[in-house]
């Protein structure tokens, strides 16, 4: 498993997909979350669309560093965790809690999303029951030229038949590489 140094201190695991001249792709996940949230599948069939796709294991999660000597007290942040396949990947409930803490006390992100330069687009289920729409609403319109995306019918998850539209989303917001013949994606 690939291992990138985050910050000093900090490492964390991540698998990529398709070439790496293509336009990078990066999944993000929500905190407590392994690269696994993403399936493999659906990470293959958008480097199939010509990106270089890449997952990650969130800190103190999965093969990413963990910080076992700052243990948290669960039950103050959440109830429960990790699906078998995540169990058997790599079972750190105590992380989850860290990353929690450390959100909160890290307090709000809105400057640092105001700061972004890069093309983003932010998706959100309109049957999100854990985080409502006008989260994704709010983050899109943080982010300076961002692209918001709200699909009916997925929620806190992406099933598997909301697969082709999310590739297709993301597909179109990536321009190819000119390695191919076609134009590079241009960052501000």
């Known amino acids: 498993m690939p291992i990138a140094e985050a910050s000093p201190g900090v490492s ?4 990529a997909f398709g070439d790496p001249a293509d336009p990078a792709v990066l999944l993000v996940m929500g905190f407590g979350t392994r690269l696994i949230a993403w399936h493999e599948d659906f990470c293959r069939a958008l480097a199939r669309r010509g990106r ?6 969130n800190r103190d ?21 990790p699906a078998a396949q995540s169990y058997d990947r790599a079972c750190r409930p105590s992380g989850i809690g860290r990353q929690l ?10 400057d640092a999303l105001r700061e972004l330069r890069v093309p983003t687009l932010v998706m959100h289920g309109l049957d ?6 006008s989260g994704g609403k709010w983050t899109a319109g943080l982010v300076p030229g961002a692209k918001l995306l709200l699909i009916p019918d997925m929620g806190h998850d992406r099933p598997r038949e909301l ?19 076609r134009l590079r994606p241009r960052f501000q």
């Open 61 to 81: 999660c999965g093969l990413s560093t963990t910080f076992d000597d700052h243990p948290v007290d669960m039950g103050r942040f959440i109830a429960a965790e």
């Open 12 to 15: 964390l695991a991540y698998e």
């Open 52 to 57: 270089h796709v890449i997952r990650y294991d």
């Open 163 to 181: 697969w082709p539209e999310i590739i297709d989303a993301v597909a179109a917001h990536t321009p190819l590489s000119t390695r191919r013949g």
């Open 101 to 110: 803490g450390a959100m909160v006390l890290g307090g709000s992100r809105a």
């Open 128 to 133: 999100d029951t854990l985080i409502d729409p």
